[in-house]
């Protein structure tokens, strides 16, 4: 049932604050870093579907490189910060870091 409105027009959802900017969080450096350890998975695949039980490849290599990618590369990519945001923070903490000197007071 819709509310009953005389000549008025409804807007569900919508605020009338600012607009705020989207930006993405993830930039083209976490991506390269993501496909890295995409990368690193199908390497580590593709040997342990060798058929030796007892090789080297299959046995040693391809969990090292599967725990690598699943645990460290994929992770760090999605973690990792954007270069802007980490400047900001340096300028944020500094500015914060700052004392006037009009509020030290000396004996």
């Known amino acids: 049932m ?8 409804v807007q569900i ?3 009338k604050g600012p ?7 993830l930039e083209k450096e976490n991506f390269m870093i993501i496909g890295l350890g995409i990368v690193l998975l ?3 695949y593709v040997l342990m579907s ?7 490849m299959p046995t040693v290599v ?14 760090y990519g999605i973690l990792k910060k954007p270069k802007s945001e980490l400047i900001s923070e ?6 914060e870091a700052e004392v006037p000197a009009g509020n030290i007071k000396t004996s």
């Open 2 to 9: 819709q509310p009953k409105t005389k000549g008025k027009k």
């Open 13 to 15: 959802g919508k605020s």
């Open 19 to 25: 607009k705020r900017e989207f930006s993405f969080p």
């Open 42 to 44: 199908i390497v580590g």
């Open 50 to 56: 060798q058929n030796s039980v007892d090789g080297f």
């Open 62 to 75: 391809s969990p090292i490189l599967l725990v690598a990618g699943y645990c460290v590369v994929i992770p």
């Open 90 to 95: 340096k300028t944020e903490v500094t500015a």
